[in-house]
């Protein structure tokens, strides 16, 4: 059974810097994409960004490019995401997921595994 456990959310200012890890068990964790959502009160689940299966290709939603980074360290089986510059509309529960594919997807219908959350906040 695959399961993804997020960690490293938190409160920060604006401006400030997080880093997110999805640390991710049950299969083989190289032959898939991994990908993080994210979705504040009220509002339906977004897209923040992806990441192939080998790590060379990413891509990102329109509000977070040139802001976050995503990347994976197969060897440790954890997928990461860099949040640099934030801003109080970044605020919400970021979610980890993963599916059958090994390139990923903007929707989040296409993806099958999902981890429980980490809260992030970003005070003004």
């Known amino acids: 059974q695959v399961q993804l456990v997020e960690s490293g959310g938190g409160l920060v200012q604006a401006g400030g810097s997080l880093r997110l890890s999805c640390a991710a068990s049950g299969r083989t964790f190289s032959r898939y994409a991994m990908g993080w959502f994210r979705q504040a009160p009220g509002k339906e689940r977004e897209f923040v960004a992806r990441?192939?299966?080998?790590?060379?290709?990413?891509y990102y939603g329109d509000a977070v490019k040139g802001r976050f980074a995503i990347s994976r360290d197969n060897a440790k089986s954890t997928a990461y995401l860099q949040m640099n510059s934030l801003k109080p509309e970044d605020t919400a529960i970021y979610y980890c997921?993963?599916?059958?594919?090994?390139?990923?997807?903007?929707?989040?219908?296409?993806?099958?595994?999902w981890g429980q959350g980490t809260q992030v906040t970003v005070s003004s």
């Open positions: 990441i192939d299966w080998s790590g060379d290709s990413t």
């Open positions: 997921t993963t599916g059958a594919s090994k390139y990923g997807s903007p929707w989040a219908p296409d993806w099958d595994y």
